[in-house]
């Protein structure tokens, strides 16, 4: 089948041999598309190719992945609210119901390469400490696997982000769930969560990194964070990760009295505090592996049109290339004013 350059998705197969207009060889028969063939395309100034039929099942298996895996969401849910109530009641919780939680759905994760989909996907209304913990642990996952981590390395630190928040089983409720601001005496209490969650793991697991991770999430490579104002050559590498996850995962879930804010507004102001703040070398594995797979999604800007980012810019990572429709493109990098305010599967 023929298909014009802006309307190919990854995974899409060349084939015939593909040339520029003045014969230059572009692309060999054979090649699969992603982003940067895609973008080698554009700039030669190719409009058409032939593509192999695209074979729906193949797209439908990679849903019934990510499905697979939202169900299993679900239930990790469930099973960090009982794992929770265990820390609120008695001070502890069982190591086998968290490795038996993150297990199965770690093993899933492997399957699902699409990372901006899995997100979207998994984003839920609810901003409990439920959900947010197990969305910390997963992306953790994620970030560990980008920066080579072991396959014991990254169950590892997916476990200390699904625990990260386990102290605020000590935390009480009206402050938990207060969605006015906090007075300074909560303000304080609330930021005990973290030596609650460090006292909570090593008595449950003995596990003095997952136990670190817990303490130190909260802070920042320049010193400003708490409880303990450490610098960047204090904190452990797993809480490196972590911490990026965790704000990440924070900007998209929002507050109850906070609108949402879309995934690549989160990504420029994550990108913006790996400069001294957190984990440059993890800051710039999350952008650099979420980036590329928004090519290819729909988008909606912010003076309201919708379209599809068909190539993301080299020199600005954040002002892509967006098509609105087979006459209309725009080019985030020249309309300055324009910006991706959300992205959808």
Request: aromatic residues 6%; contains cysteine.
């Amino acid at each position: 089948m023929k298909a014009h350059v802006t309307d190919l998705k990854h995974g899409d197969c060349l084939i015939t041999d593909t040339f520029n207009s003045v014969g230059l060889h572009v692309l060999p028969k054979g090649t699969v598309v992603y982003g940067e063939e895609i973008t080698i395309l554009m700039r030669h100034q190719i409009d058409y190719v032939d593509i192999e039929p695209r074979m729906m099942m193949l797209d439908n298996e990679e849903m019934n992945v990510a499905q697979g895996i939202d169900g299993n969401f679900d239930q990790a849910i469930q099973n960090y609210e009982s794992i929770f109530l265990e820390a609120l009641s008695k001070g502890s919780f069982t190591q086998s119901d968290v490795d038996n939680t993150l297990q199965p759905l770690l093993e899933k994760l492997d399957e699902q390469k699409d990372v901006v989909s899995l997100l979207l996907l998994l984003e839920r209304d609810d901003i409990s400490t439920y959900n947010h913990s197990l969305q910390v642990g997963l992306l953790s996952f994620y970030i560990a696997t980008w920066l080579g981590h072991t396959k014991a390395e990254r169950f590892e630190i997916s476990r200390a982000g699904y625990l990260h928040d386990i102290g605020k089983s000590q935390i009480a409720p009206h402050i938990l769930n207060k969605t006015d601001n906090l007075t300074p005496e909560e303000s304080e209490e609330l930021k005990r969560h973290t030596t609650y969650g460090y006292d909570i793991i090593l008595k449950s697991m003995n596990d003095e990194k997952t136990a670190l991770v817990a303490l130190q999430h909260h802070e920042f490579e320049d010193g400003t964070g708490y409880p303990n104002n450490l610098r960047k050559q204090d904190l452990h590498p797993y809480t490196q990760i972590v911490a990026v996850a965790n704000t990440y995962v924070g900007m998209t879930l929002g507050r109850a009295n906070q609108p949402k804010q879309g995934l690549i507004n989160v990504l420029r102001k994550v990108h913006e505090l790996g400069f001294g703040k957190l984990n440059g070398n993890a800051v710039q594995a999350l952008i650099g592996h979420l980036l590329p797979n928004f090519v290819g999604k729909s988008v909606q800007l912010s003076n309201g049109e919708q379209g599809t980012i068909i190539m993301n810019n080299p020199l600005d990572i954040f002002k892509p290339l967006v098509k609105i429709n087979e006459t209309t493109f725009r080019d985030l990098s020249k309309e300055r004013n324009l910006t991706v305010e959300e992205v959808f599967i």
